[in-house]
């Protein structure tokens, strides 16, 4: 029996099974977990319906955060199937496409920033306020974010000020729901090859530069994410709130002089 066994997991941000969200669902099912997963628009209906399957899944619902309504009906399908759910994993990140090439200052508009921010930190919390009466009382709220958070890394542009954002949002959920004994951290993953990675200018030198400084030697996995976002969800990780948990191979913590091959 697996470590989640009996807790019952609302995973968005499935796009696709390179999707960072697949292997977080993958790894939550593997140690027993019930899943709901989620789906942005009609024409990922389809493939995350297939994903959905094949994971076992109880149900795949429609969810853009961009729209209120959507949120707000999320959690009463939800509660057609369940009265509790242990685990929210949010995984969704945005930007328009010309607001990550260039430089920071001539991709920047007011539009782009807004968007970064509605539908990669905002989000966060609106689904976890909406969320909130169906928690169960050791819950735990996962969410995604990368070392372009407190780095400039280069083309990640306005997505860095987003998820600055997104992990501070993090800490006052953590604040907020901490007294209720839910907890919410947030994962930094190393790079990764998704559809929302390729938009983002210079991505494969990303890989090739992090695999090459990181202490491991090497990109992390999918199910490497996963993993840790099931010990995250589950009762082992009971003392830890409000924290931002590098699954990066080790690259944010090396010194410009340890950058191998240079
Ligand atoms: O290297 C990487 N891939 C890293 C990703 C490193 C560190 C962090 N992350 C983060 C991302 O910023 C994001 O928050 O992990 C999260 C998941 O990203 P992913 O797995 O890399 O990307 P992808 O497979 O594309 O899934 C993200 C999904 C969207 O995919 P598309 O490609 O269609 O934009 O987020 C979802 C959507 O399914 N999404 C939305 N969901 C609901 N409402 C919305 C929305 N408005 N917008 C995007």
Redesign the pocket.
């Known amino acids: 029996m697996g470590f989640l066994a009996g807790k019952k997991a609302v995973v968005?941000?499935?796009?696709?099974d390179?999707?960072?969200?697949?292997g977080i669902a993958n790894a939550l099912a593997e140690q027993g977990a019930s899943l709901i997963l989620?789906?942005?628009g009609d024409k990922?209906a389809d493939r995350v319906g297939k994903i959905g399957a094949q994971l076992g899944a109880e149900a795949v619902l429609p969810?853009?955060?961009?729209r209120d309504e959507d949120i707000d009906t999320l959690f009463d399908s939800v509660a057609e199937y369940w009265s509790q759910i242990d685990i929210l994993v949010?995984?969704?990140?945005?930007a328009p496409r010309e607001a990550l090439a260039g430089g920071y200052l001539d991709s920047i508009s007011r539009d782009a920033s807004n968007v970064a921010h509605d539908?990669?930190a905002y989000?966060f919390a609106a689904l976890a306020k909406s969320a909130r009466p169906m928690l169960s009382d050791n819950a735990s709220l996962i969410?995604?974010?990368?070392l372009g958070s407190e780095r400039a890394m280069p083309g990640y542009n306005i997505?860095g000020p987003a998820?600055a954002s997104l992990e501070a949002n993090m800490r006052f959920i953590a604040a907020d729901l901490g007294p209720s004994g839910v907890r919410v951290n947030a994962i930094?993953?190393?790079?990764?090859?998704?559809?929302?990675?390729s938009?983002i200018e210079g991505f494969r030198d990303l890989l090739t530069r992090a695999a090459d400084m990181a202490p491991l030697q090497r990109n992390v996995t999918q199910a490497e994410i996963g993993n840790t976002a099931a010990f995250l969800g589950s009762d082992l990780a009971s003392g830890i709130t409000g924290e931002v948990l590098y699954v990066d191979a080790g690259y944010n913590m090396v010194g410009a002089a340890h950058t191998a091959n240079e």
């Open positions: 968005t941000g499935i796009a696709s390179r999707s960072i969200a697949y989620t789906y942005q990922l969810l853009d955060v961009a949010h995984a969704i990140g945005f539908i990669s989000s969410t995604m974010t990368y997505m998820k930094s993953a190393g790079p990764i090859k998704t559809l929302a990675a938009g």
